[in-house]
């Protein structure tokens, strides 16, 4: 058996015949410290030609010159190269802006939002992290701007109880750094479930936790935003000053402006008992039961949660099901994982860890190309079983039917969605969740990841014919829930704001129209997967 890990899945493909081999972190703290590179100062003005280029010579005639990179520039390579999927290394922007500062970004923003700008219809994106398949945070021929140096991680504890108070975080952090930063202190906040992952689009679109279930989705935790608006202006947004503002960035993606800065609320940090598990397919069905059970007992046990991963890989016997547990009260007999043991695991890597070694354990790799889909479904063993069955179809129709000779990895996976987590969302939030989270849910993800482009056209339309499947049955059987999660969607999926319901949408609308009357990050020139316009 051969374990890889993938995108907020484990795939597992099984091979009878061969052993395990896997990379397992230690469960020490070791490593702590806030990564993130030094600027190389390099003065350029030049490289290319277009409008592209037009708006690299204006940033440099800005002042911004020793922060521009060009594709010559090994700190373009590192920023091209940091991006996830290779869909979005493959875009070439002509030039690179790694801020220092807010007031760069501010400075970068009033330059390309110019009168000039918007004649020459200059283009830009805004990288984080860069973890989305699609090139919503890159532009081609246009300017990115990197905000990796925007890293920076701080906690200042509460007066009465030092193990509460605010971590201010760098947009441009990666939430490794962060969870690194905060466990030498003994506080944690409700972050990514993978430590690559990027801060900024993570908590713009909501943000599934380990804590969801007990503190609401990450976005949830935020106490405060720094953002800069389209005019260039950077504003504070909490939930007594720009309150609008403060709950439109609660789901609204970068449909207001760049923010630059988040304050999280933290919480006592404690030791987590999980970790990764892989199984047989035979244990399949068992796994999804147990599945259902710990979801729809969330409310008595919500420090138990996790994500189950359906995987295949062409040239191997049969695919193989993953269960990535945690109880993050450190519970070691944990009722919903009582008997795991006892279906035939292959792997089974929990032991008592923080936080650090347990996204350290998943850990994926970068620059495959990947194709993702979601919808979401009532929390019920028949319709989960139902999505293990069009999982096997697709498996036996493309091993039977089609010649693939590259090793891709197809992967189904399926992500808590209790009506817990809409339930710790005291200053509101636009998803809409407290609406239409009428049962106990699940969140799909159906994907697949590459080495090359030569499947990926076929596969993708298999991918969304299997959600057409799946929402088709659940509908049928009163099980479908119109919630899309907003971080996993494809862009040519309904654009899920429009699901967060006709009053958010209309409130989104009223805040975009007030912070960017212009209507500058809804024109085709701002990179961004889903818009207001046309809802």
């Not at 806030?34 to 409008?51: E, Q």
């Not at 359906?310 to 070691?332: E, F, K, Q």
Request: with cysteine; hydrophobic share 40%.
């Amino acid at each position: 058996m051969v374990l890889t890990v993938a995108r907020g899945a484990v795939a597992l493909f099984t091979l009878l015949q061969a052993g395990l081999t896997v990379a397992v972190p230690s469960a020490g703290l070791g490593g702590f410290g806030v990564f993130g590179d030094k600027p190389l100062v390099v003065k350029r003005t030049g490289g290319g030609t277009g409008t592209g280029s037009n708006a690299c010579q204006a940033l440099a005639q800005a002042g911004l010159g020793g922060l521009l990179y060009f594709a010559t520039d090994s700190e373009y390579n590192t920023t091209i190269t940091g991006y996830y999927a290779a869909d979005v290394q493959d875009v070439k922007p002509t030039c690179i802006l790694k801020p220092l500062t807010a007031a760069h970004v501010s400075k970068a923003v009033k330059v390309l939002n110019s009168g000039q700008g918007k004649t020459q219809g200059w283009t830009m994106a805004v990288k984080s992290g860069g973890h989305a398949p699609y090139a919503s945070n890159n532009v081609q021929n246009g300017v990115t701007i990197d905000l990796a140096r925007l890293n920076s991680v701080t906690f200042e504890s509460c007066k009465h109880n030092s193990k509460y108070g605010f971590a201010s975080i760098g947009a441009g952090a990666r939430w490794g750094d962060v969870y690194a930063a905060l466990e030498p202190q003994g506080v944690m906040v409700g972050g990514g479930r993978e430590g690559h992952v990027g801060v900024a689009g993570f908590l713009l679109g909501g943000g599934f936790s380990w804590y969801s279930a007990k503190r609401g989705m990450a976005l949830d935790n935020i106490a405060s935003y720094e953002v800069v608006l389209a005019d260039g202006r950077i504003v504070t947004a909490t939930g007594t000053k720009n309150s609008d503002l403060f709950k439109a960035l609660k789901g609204g993606l970068n449909n207001f402006g760049i923010v630059t800065k988040f304050e999280m609320k933290t919480f006592p940090a404690s030791l987590l008992y999980g970790g990764v598990m892989a199984f047989p397919w035979t244990s399949a069905q068992q796994i999804l039961t147990k599945f259902v059970a710990m979801i729809e007992n969330n409310r008595a046990n919500p420090a138990e949660t996790g994500f189950v991963s359906l995987s295949w890989s062409p040239g191997y016997p049969a695919p193989s099901v993953a269960w990535i547990t945690a109880n993050t009260d450190g519970v070691t007999n944990s009722t919903s994982f009582i008997g795991l043991e006892n279906l035939s695991p292959v792997v089974d890597y929990r032991f008592t860890m923080p936080l650090t070694s347990l996204t350290q354990q998943l850990a994926g790799t970068t620059g495959l190309y990947n194709t993702w889909y979601t919808t979401t479904i009532h929390n019920t063993v028949y319709l989960v079983t139902k999505y293990m069955t069009i999982f096997q179809n697709l498996v036996t129709d493309l091993s039977t039917n089609y010649n693939i000779d590259e090793p891709i990895s197809l992967i189904f996976v399926l992500t808590p969605l209790p009506k817990t987590y809409a339930e710790h969302n005291p200053t509101g939030n636009v998803l809409g969740l407290e609406k239409t989270l009428t049962r106990n849910s699940i969140v799909l993800q159906p994907e697949v990841i590459l080495p090359t482009k030569k499947f990926q056209v076929l596969i993708q339309a298999k991918l969304r014919q299997a959600v057409q499947d799946m929402e088709t049955y659940a509908k049928q059987k009163g099980g479908y829930n119109p919630y899309l999660y907003i971080n996993y969607a494809n862009p040519e999926q309904a654009n899920p704001i429009g699901r967060y319901g006709a009053e958010n949408v209309a409130f989104l609308k009223k805040a975009s129209k007030k912070y960017d009357p212009q209507g500058f990050w809804q024109s085709s020139r701002v990179a961004g997967a889903f818009k207001l316009g046309g809802l």
